[in-house]
């Protein structure tokens, strides 16, 4: 993490990083440019905003694993087709692609396992952390290297908390793992029982302000909730969060309302 970046609660719990007044720093390619909140080159994981810059491209390279980018504007455009701001673009391990922007283009970005380019592209430089050198090809040619998913279209879903609903942007079951990625948004003076996290979250918040127990965030910023923090969420003036989480809640008060991340 970039602890220079953190507002910390307290060990093992939650910390918020304000991605607006962070720096912008290279990448290594001409072009690319990262906010890292987290990033390990052994496992490949990143979490993140990524910015192209107009007429640069990423390179060809293959995921062993999936991808999330949320378009926070901009478009990238690949054999397939393109993805645009206001869209979840979402590869799986095999996607096998090289993506170009025509113009800015800025991600909220989440890895989850390293990414392969070949000898002639190299690894060092390239803005996929973990990136490693190695021959390959396309496993699935008839597959299509991305999933682009208009957020806004996806329908609500109430969630049994009042003036909390979601949308779920991908259920990791189709993958053999049991998470999930949603959109939350909270109503003003929306507050989310105290309960405990099984496992990491992670959200981006887009726009508004929420507190996770003493921790506050705003729109731009990175949230992580660490697993086993005990909290409430609260939004006196509302707010709207992609949240990518690795497990289920529990309720602290024995509630059986329903989990709130759609598990």
């Not at 590869?91 to 025509?102: E, F, I, Q, S």
């Not at 989440?110 to 390959?136: I, K, N």
Request: with cysteine.
């Amino acid at each position: 993490m970039s602890a220079s970046l953190a507002i910390r609660q307290r060990p093992g719990g939650t910390y918020a990083y304000d991605m607006l007044a962070a720096p912008w720093t290279p990448t290594g390619r001409p072009g690319l440019s990262q906010k890292a909140v987290r990033a390990s080159r052994e496992q490949g994981q990143y979490l993140g905003l990524i910015g192209f810059d107009p007429m640069t491209k990423s390179g060809l390279h293959q995921h062993q694993a999936p991808a999330f980018s949320y378009f926070l504007d901009g478009t990238l455009h690949d054999y397939d087709g393109a993805a645009r701001k206001g869209e979840m673009g979402i590869n799986l391990a095999g996607t096998t692609h090289d993506a170009v922007a025509y113009d800015r283009c800025v991600l909220a970005a989440r890895l989850e396992g390293p990414v392969l380019y070949p000898p002639e592209e190299g690894a060092d430089g390239r803005v996929h952390t973990g990136a490693r050198v190695a021959e390959f090809r396309n496993p699935a040619p008839e597959v299509p290297p991305d999933i682009n998913i208009v957020v806004a279209d996806l329908p609500v879903q109430a969630t049994g908390i009042g003036g909390l609903t979601r949308r779920l942007v991908f259920d990791h079951r189709i993958i053999g793992e049991n998470r999930r990625l949603v959109v939350w948004n909270l109503l003003p003076g929306t507050r989310v029982p105290a309960h405990r996290a099984s496992a990491d979250i992670e959200w981006f918040v887009l726009g508004g302000e929420v507190r996770v127990g003493d921790t506050r965030a705003s729109g731009g910023s990175f949230v992580i909730v660490e697993a086993g923090t005990e909290a409430e969420i609260v939004s006196d003036f509302g707010v709207r969060l992609i949240a990518w989480a690795d497990g289920p809640v529990s309720w602290l008060d024995g509630d059986a309302r329903p989990e709130p991340y759609g598990f």
